[in-house]
């Protein structure tokens, strides 16, 4: 890329770190310092806010970066993504978010421990919460890596690395200094942003085929050397027995994940009741689904405009396609208008990776220290030493996923994403809805249910051809792929269901009618809710 085009987006992308710097040094003077102020940002937010929020959360690299890569370079499968994420949103509206708010306080732990011995139940959800957390930043850290490699031309290694270290950096930044309600205006902020840049490309891709999208797909069809079949299903997933299974593995892991992302469940305690919780939802599943339909544009765009080779060439996952789509809407390379237009879609970019990292370790930290710190102690620490070790907390996730970030730099964003939804659905979806619907749910089998999810889940990725055993794997000269699907999510989530019946069945512990009886109560009605 040219002089003016890393000018012009390095001064986009200062502004808005600016900015949310000072939204969080604000903040961090005018906060309580409580426990409440920190986790749930005072619980303050109206629903359009939270849903403005929940959408910044939800709206990471891998929406705008690695879905339109997989579309403009696989069609049809690369769209399974997009219907995958937005389908997981009636999981969340109908069976989470109101029974979730009135149950808990801070946290998924909150929730199963209101009727279990908490000591071992917080120990094992807030070490699931810790690995899904770390997954999903890795994505993120990923994104930023591939962003500031095509700013500057893809030639420096090195560059790539300090980008990764920097968002790191900046991530503890707001969320040490400014908690939950610097994170939720960084995320409103952002948002706006993605969506604003978003609709803009949309339309620049429309205005160029005249509004045809018939045009669209057969110019994108032609242009990917697949013909027709780029249209159809199959691309990717088709190709035999094991990538049609890989496939069924990625949509559960996407439908059942969202509803155990702890960053997202985390959202609905920033607002005063569960009637603005389900509010909140309605607003995101709207601004949620508006941007998805635009990605769809986009990818098809890229292929149609760029071709799935000049995608690949910048970035073999296609992490580039959507700013590499702005170069050429914007007039090609040398332009004004495509200097500036991809400027602000790269700043964009940025924007979208900052924000999501920060609402991650918050809900990271969150769980290291409310759930983890709190639980291992013999006594439950005051407030405002529960705070101090989730500022620290910030800080060693920020290590590990800078860390695991520049491991894992050449897999593509959306991908990695996957994985984390797998684990989430895996080892948080369980144990949340058993303890919320099943009355003879016991305290062992909320364990079971947790490690029976989460281990599978972690050990599978390992054996899977993603670690080793193939060219694009992380570990490329070694070979230990022992299974064969990408996605653990067709093994992993019946294991977490099964596990969490088994440990139940073979339990002695009578479960405590009286608590079930009260978790119910609450659930419905938000009685004695926080």
């Known amino acids: 890329m040219t002089g003016e085009h890393q000018t012009l987006a390095l001064l986009l992308f200062s502004a808005f770190v600016a900015v949310t710097l000072a ?17 749930a940002g005072g619980r303050l937010f109206s629903p359009m806010e939270n849903g403005f929020a929940i959408a910044g959360d939800y709206m990471s690299a891998a929406s705008f970066l690695g879905v339109t890569g997989l579309i403009a370079l696989f069609g049809y499968d690369g769209l399974l993504y997009v219907v995958g994420f937005l389908v997981a949103w009636l999981v969340v509206l109908f069976l989470v978010a109101e029974l979730v708010r ?19 139940v917080r120990v094992a959800a807030g070490t699931s919460s810790v690995a899904v957390s770390v997954l999903y930043l890795v ?15 893809g030639t420096s290694e090195a560059a790539r690395a300090w980008t990764v270290i920097g968002v790191g950096a900046l ?7 400014g908690g939950m309600r610097a994170t939720t205006w960084i995320q409103i902020v952002k948002a706006v942003l993605l969506l604003g840049g978003t609709l803009a490309l949309t339309v620049l891709v429309l205005v160029r085929f005249h509004g045809d999208l018939d045009r669209l797909l057969l110019t994108a ?27 069924i593995s990625l949509g559960l892991a996407l439908v059942l994940g969202t509803a155990g992302l702890p960053h997202i469940l985390s959202r609905f305690y920033t607002v005063p009741t569960a009637r603005a919780a389900r509010r909140s939802v309605v607003w995101a599943v709207g601004l949620i689904g508006g941007f998805y339909l635009m990605t769809i544009v986009l990818g098809f765009g890229a292929a149609a405009i760029l071709g799935p080779d000049a995608v690949r060439g910048s970035n073999a996952a296609g ?11 914007g007039g090609g390379a040398g332009s004004t208008g495509g200097t500036v237009l991809f400027a602000i879609v790269a700043a964009v970019a940025f924007a979208t990776i900052l924000a999501v990292v920060a609402g991650i370790t ?10 983890l710190y709190a639980s291992l102690r013999r006594r439950r620490g005051k407030p405002h030493s529960e705070v101090a070790v989730a500022r620290v907390a910030a800080l060693g996730v920020g290590v590990v996923a800078i860390a695991l970030g520049l491991l894992a730099r050449d897999l593509n964003v959306a991908f990695l994403v996957g ?111 926080a």
């Open 23 to 39: 939204i969080t040094t604000w903040v961090s003077r005018n906060r309580r310092g409580s426990a409440e102020e920190f986790y």
């Open 102 to 120: 009135n149950c808990g306080r801070f946290t998924l732990a909150d929730v199963v421990a209101a009727r279990m011995r908490e000591r071992p």
């Open 139 to 153: 994505a993120q850290m990923v994104g930023a890596g591939s962003l500031v490699a095509l700013l500057l031309g």
């Open 171 to 177: 991530m503890v930044i707001y969320v040490s200094l």
């Open 221 to 247: 069809a032609e242009r990917s050397g697949h013909g027709e079949a780029f249209l159809a299903p199959g691309l990717k997933y088709g190709g035999d027995w094991t990538a049609r299974f890989d496939f």
């Open 319 to 329: 992490n580039t396609a959507v700013p590499l789509l702005a170069l050429d809407l």
């Open 362 to 371: 918050l809900a990271s930290s969150a769980s290291v220290a409310h759930d």
């Open 419 to 529: 994985l984390a939804f797998a684990v989430a659905a895996s080892a948080n979806l369980p144990v949340l809805l058993y303890s919320l619907f099943w009355r003879g749910f016991t305290t062992r089998g909320a364990v079971w249910s947790v490690y029976g999810g989460l281990v599978p889940a972690v050990v599978l990725v390992v054996l899977s051809p993603v670690v080793s055993g193939s060219p694009d794997s992380l570990f490329p000269g070694v070979d230990f792929q022992y299974f064969p699907l990408q996605n653990p999510g067709l093994v992993s989530i019946p294991l977490g269901f099964l596990a969490g019946w088994l440990g139940t069945v073979t339990s002695a512990e009578v479960p405590d009618e009286a608590k079930h009886a009260e978790t119910e109560v609450r659930s419905l009605t938000g009685a004695g809710a």
